[in-house]
């Protein structure tokens, strides 16, 4: 036994499907499987029903959270067609704002690049916009971000192409973030999943977009998870949406990697810590950390503590266990034994938190 203290891991890229889908997820359920996965902090995508893009909705979605929220949690806005002069008046109280400019699940999708470089020009400069862009899009929405010197962050990035292109971005200097998911990392065309089971986006890539990712590790700021779940019988339905549960297997997924020497511990920490307290300016608390048992060494089991019932890794032989995740030194999780309260979470972008 080996255990490690790791500082408050932050999931970026969370689909919390809470309001209107409470049967795929729920603040409760997706919020326990965060801190069985070693979580403190999750971001909230904005494509649930109804969607988040105004402050209506927005004040839905982070009641919702108040009462649900097992750990730690900022919201996404959605960029929308209506919404181009309205929505960054709260961009105070969002983590970030979303712009789906691909194939997605939800109706977020959005196809004019005017109104790319709009809601651009107007979301606050010292806040985050996070795209969801693949191929021609991303090549558009880099190039506006260029010309207009503003940041960008570029949501689970997948392809060669692609991570190419934002290296090539960062060389020029453009302020160009990305994230990469563990099964874009783990996972590619040729691992065993049935048809409803491999559907996600981006799409899984073929192993040489696997290993252009592994090579461009210095290009990754962030891991982010995408958790994106949908039920058993979904996937396995005549008609699959696409997604995958993560938030419980990225942790010994990676430190099984760092096991076998494709990255560092500290390669870990930079990602699931470092980076998305820089990027999206967020309170750091000494007292919220995690602690693993870097030894111990299981089988990834069918299903955890996600609503979803199921995981593409479900099987997978892991070293590394989560014992013990501190909230604001409050015990939040430990193995097997306590998960905190819903309602204990706290929204790192309220008003009291960004004052403190
Ligand atoms: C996401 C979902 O299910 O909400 N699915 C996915 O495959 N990643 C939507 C998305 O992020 O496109
Ligand atoms: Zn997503």
New binding site residues.
């Given amino acids: 036994m080996t255990t490690i203290r790791l500082p408050g891991l932050v999931d970026i890229h969370v689909?919390m499907r809470q309001p209107g889908a409470e049967h795929k997820e729920t603040w409760e359920t997706g919020t326990a499987a965060a801190l069985a996965g070693g979580f403190a902090t999750v971001f909230a995508?904005p494509?649930t029903s109804p969607a988040v893009v105004d402050e209506r909705t927005l004040d839905l979605a982070l009641e919702t959270a108040s009462s649900g929220a097992r750990c730690d949690y900022a919201h996404f806005l959605g960029a929308g067609l209506g919404n181009v002069d309205s929505v960054a008046k709260s961009a105070g109280r969002a983590a970030g704002l979303k712009m789906?400019l691909g194939e997605?699940?939800?109706d977020l999708r959005l196809d004019d690049p005017g109104l790319w470089a709009a809601h651009l020009e107007r979301w606050p400069d010292d806040g985050v916009v996070a795209v969801?862009a693949e191929g021609p899009s991303l090549e558009t929405v880099v190039g506006l971000a260029e010309s207009m010197e503003r940041a960008i962050h570029v949501c689970h990035v997948a392809g060669a192409a692609d991570i190419s292109l934002i290296a090539g971005a960062k060389e020029r200097g453009v302020a160009v973030t990305c994230e990469a998911s563990p099964h874009h990392l783990f996972l590619d065309r040729t691992s065993d999943l049935s048809f409803g089971r491999a559907e996600?986006?981006p799409r899984l890539g073929t192993p040489e977009d696997r290993r252009a990712l592994w090579d461009h590790l210095d290009v990754i700021d962030c891991f982010a998870t995408?958790h994106?779940p949908?039920t058993l019988a979904e996937k396995d339905g005549a008609n699959p949406?696409?997604?995958f549960p993560g938030l419980e297997t990225a942790l010994p997924l990676l430190l099984t990697a760092v096991h076998e020497g494709q990255l560092t511990l500290d390669d870990v920490i930079e990602r699931l810590h470092l980076r998305p307290i820089e990027i999206f300016g967020l309170p750091v608390d000494p007292d919220t950390w995690v602690e693993v048992d870097v030894d111990e060494e299981f089988e990834i089991a069918a299903s955890g503590m996600s609503r979803c019932g199921w995981t593409p890794f479900a099987g997978a032989p892991v070293r590394g266990m989560v014992n013990t995740v501190v909230i604001r030194g409050a015990t939040a999780y430990e193995k097997d034994l306590t998960v905190a309260a819903a309602g204990t979470g706290r929204d790192l972008r309220s008003e009291e938190r960004r004052t403190e």
């Fill in positions: 689909h995508m494509n789906y997605t699940f939800g969801h996600v986006r995408d994106a949908h949406p696409p997604g």
